[in-house]
């Protein structure tokens, strides 16, 4: 299964430090997404990216979050200087770019994604 | 400003009936709507979309109804199945192929 696959899937820090999750998207994907999910909201879109260009980020990545693409394929998303109110799901997704043969339905393909919680 | 919501926080049926799930949007750009749905500690998988030219899309049990005129999408599950109870979220898509979620609406599936 060649999926999206996030790490880690949890991590558990103290406010005040950095943490970085990985993406890992589908190899034929060039978008790849980041959004943040907190209990009982739907996912909120945070950044994305075509190729390794970052086309688009949200309000709600403050100066503290940054994410790369550098050669296009795998994404980190960095957070530094954790706050309690970061504690969330953050979740990855691909998708195939417009120059994809296959009919684009709007799908992103979401992974497991990577719990943090700020103590 | 949320332009994608989802009034019913829960929803509670018998096996076998039909869930009905209901979503609302404002943005009249939006082209593509999306179901998802998610069980605890995974992401989100992709159930079914409709494009905004269409008002009906079908995939076996699952049906998407899309009513432009009233901005508002449904998802109906026929006949309703334990394995269903799951957390379902709908979405939009506008021109730069970024997903809008709703809050998403519990369905509990009862035997």
């Known amino acids: 299964d060649t999926g999206v696959s996030q790490d880690p899937r949890h991590k558990i820090t103290k406010r005040g430090q950095n943490v970085t999750f990985r993406c890992d998207p589908i190899s034929e994907h060039n978008r790849l997404y980041w959004y943040r999910q907190t209990l009982g909201q739907g996912p909120e879109f945070l950044t994305y990216f075509q190729n390794e260009a970052q086309l688009e980020k949200s309000r709600l990545l403050s100066d503290r979050f940054s994410a790369e693409r550098p050669k296009g394929s795998f994404s980190t998303l960095e957070i530094q200087r954790t706050e309690q109110g970061d504690s969330a799901m953050y979740l990855c997704a691909s998708s195939p770019g417009t120059t994809s043969k296959k009919r684009n339905t709007g799908e992103l393909f979401f992974g497991e994604g990577s719990r943090l919680t700020v103590l | 400003d949320q332009q994608v919501k989802q009034n019913s926080p829960s929803l509670s049926v018998q096996e076998g009936r039909i869930s009905i799930l209901n979503c609302d949007y404002t943005n009249s750009m939006f082209d593509y709507f999306l179901w998802y749905k998610k069980y605890p500690a995974e992401g989100p998988t992709f159930l079914i979309s409709i494009s905004s030219i269409k008002d009906k899309n079908e995939d076996g049990r699952f049906t998407v109804f899309l009513n432009k005129s009233a901005k508002h999408l449904s998802l109906h599950i026929v006949p309703s199945q334990p394995g269903d109870s799951a957390v379902y979220f709908c979405?939009?898509?506008?021109?730069?192929?970024?997903?809008?979620f709703g809050g998403g609406t519990r369905l509990m599936v009862k035997p």
């Open positions: 979405a939009a898509r506008n021109a730069g192929n970024m997903l809008t």
